[in-house]
């Protein structure tokens, strides 16, 4: 079965304070591993999605990486409207479905 | 918007009503699906609709009850609901075969009483 636990369950940041947001993960095998950004009352918003170790991708602030047992959301010099939860999920090579993270809830101070 | 349309956004009944959730989604997308998420729960997943194949994910109650007349609409049945199923009801979309992430719906809102 697969799993995905994500750390920290919450990241307080001031305004410019750099970090990373971890996701571990076990698939039979790793057809892709998604992050998305979900801002309260609405649905996750599709960030990045990785597809083998060592890939990265980057959208503004934001980069993710991905090794073989997990991913890293880095944030570089957040500012406030990145505070949201950040959820992570994987699907497998056998699996019609993505499993996700309980997220990540980032609040960024000004 | 997404490109993916929930109604209603927010659903109040009681225990003995019947009501549906509707979600329409103008992507072209060839899969749909109805998530559950609770507070301080993972999303969970309820059904899915790939290529017009259903599947199910066999914890869901029977009092949840899906519908996809087509590629672009789903509908959630709802039935002598309890109160812990209580939560949002996301909808989502994708391109099965491409490996590329959801579109998801703003939710629905349910609140059982």
């Known amino acids: 079965e697969d799993q995905v636990t994500q750390s920290p369950e919450a990241l307080r940041l001031q305004e410019g304070e750099s970090s990373s947001l971890n996701c571990s993960y076990t698939?039979?095998?790793?057809?892709?591993l998604f992050w998305y950004r979900q801002d309260p009352g609405k649905g996750p918003e599709f960030l990045f999605t990785?597809?083998?170790a060592g890939e990265e991708k980057e959208k503004e602030r934001l980069k993710a990486t991905l090794t073989k047992k997990e991913s890293f959301l880095h944030i570089t010099a957040p500012k406030p409207e990145d505070s949201a939860t950040y959820l992570c999920?994987?699907?497998?090579?056998?699996?019609?479905?993505?499993?996700f993270g309980d997220g990540t809830t980032l609040t960024v101070k000004p | 918007e997404t490109g993916v349309t929930q109604t209603p956004r927010h659903l109040v009944m009681g225990m003995t009503n019947k009501k549906s959730l509707k979600c329409e989604q103008h992507?072209?997308?060839?899969?749909m699906y109805w998530y559950k998420q609770s507070a301080k729960k993972p999303l969970e997943l309820m059904f899915v609709?790939?290529?017009?194949?259903?599947?199910e994910n066999n914890s869901v109650p029977s009092r949840f009850s899906p519908e996809c007349p087509n590629s672009s609409h789903l509908f959630l049945h709802l039935h002598t609901l309890q109160p812990e199923d209580s939560a949002l009801y996301l909808c989502?979309?994708?391109?099965?075969?491409?490996?590329?992430?959801?579109?998801f719906g703003s939710g629905t809102r349910l609140t059982v009483v």
């Open positions: 609709y790939s290529l017009e194949e259903r599947v």
């Open positions: 698939v039979s095998g790793l057809r892709g």
């Open positions: 989502a979309s994708s391109q099965e075969g491409q490996g590329s992430g959801y579109t």
């Open positions: 992507l072209g997308h060839n899969a």
């Open positions: 990785l597809y083998s």
């Open positions: 999920a994987v699907r497998s090579t056998n699996a019609g479905k993505s499993t």
